[in-house]
């Protein structure tokens, strides 16, 4: 069975950090792509950050960049996202997403974690 289970979620002040996990099973994660997303409340869904599978480049979104940091550990099947310099904008449930190509688009195949909530006060 394929698992993306993400954890690290919670309540934070503005200026402090999270690291969010995403755990992969049930594929060969260390080939695919992954991708942090967010979603806020009334508000689209924004992709964040991506990493590859094969070719460990990094893409980051504007409003995250050099706040952001996404990594992998191949052996532990696991990608982070490591979130510094919160904003109360940053408050969203963050969802972790994994397919060969999901660096370059997404299909109706992906494969998605369940969501962590992120709030961050002022």
């Known amino acids: 069975e394929v698992q993306l289970v993400e954890s690290g979620g919670g309540l934070v002040q503005a200026g402090g950090s999270l690291r969010l996990s995403c755990a992969a099973s049930?594929?060969?994660?260390?080939?695919?792509?992954a991708a942090w997303f967010r979603q806020a409340p009334g508000k689209a869904r924004e992709k964040l950050s991506c990493?590859?599978?094969?070719?460990?480049?990094?893409w980051y979104a504007e409003s995250v960049k050099g706040r952001f940091t996404i990594s992998r550990d191949i052996a532990k099947n696991t990608v982070y996202l490591q979130m510094n310099s919160l904003k109360p904008e940053d408050t969203a449930v963050y969802y972790c997403?994994?397919?060969?190509?999901?660096?370059?688009?997404?299909?109706?195949?992906?494969?998605w974690g369940q969501g962590t909530q992120v709030s961050v006060s002022s």
């Open positions: 997403a994994s397919s060969r190509f999901m660096c370059d688009y997404e299909t109706p195949d992906d494969y």
């Open positions: 049930g594929f060969t994660f260390d080939k695919y792509a």
């Open positions: 990493i590859g599978g094969d070719l460990p480049s990094t």
